[in-house]
């Protein structure tokens, strides 16, 4: 069984081996984002549950309970939400 992306409560399919922004992207959720790799905070969202890792280092600067769609991924459901 594929696990869930909730964004903004849509559910999405969750592929583990594409980023969230990437998994958003291919169901062609309309997603702010800038450099994609971690420094500009573009893509900064609210992690609501679930847990998330991160494939570059994120230089942004995060509040708590906030991540980086553009370089993190998660193999469970995970539920997140914009600022
Ligand atoms: S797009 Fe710049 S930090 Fe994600």
Redesign the pocket.
Known sequence: MSSKLIYNEQQYTLDANKTLLENLESQSVSVE???????????RSILVSGDVTYSNFPM?YLKEGEI????SRSEKNITIKTI
């Open positions: 984002f800038h450099c994609r790799d971690g420094h500009c905070g573009a893509c942004a980086l769609l553009c370089c």
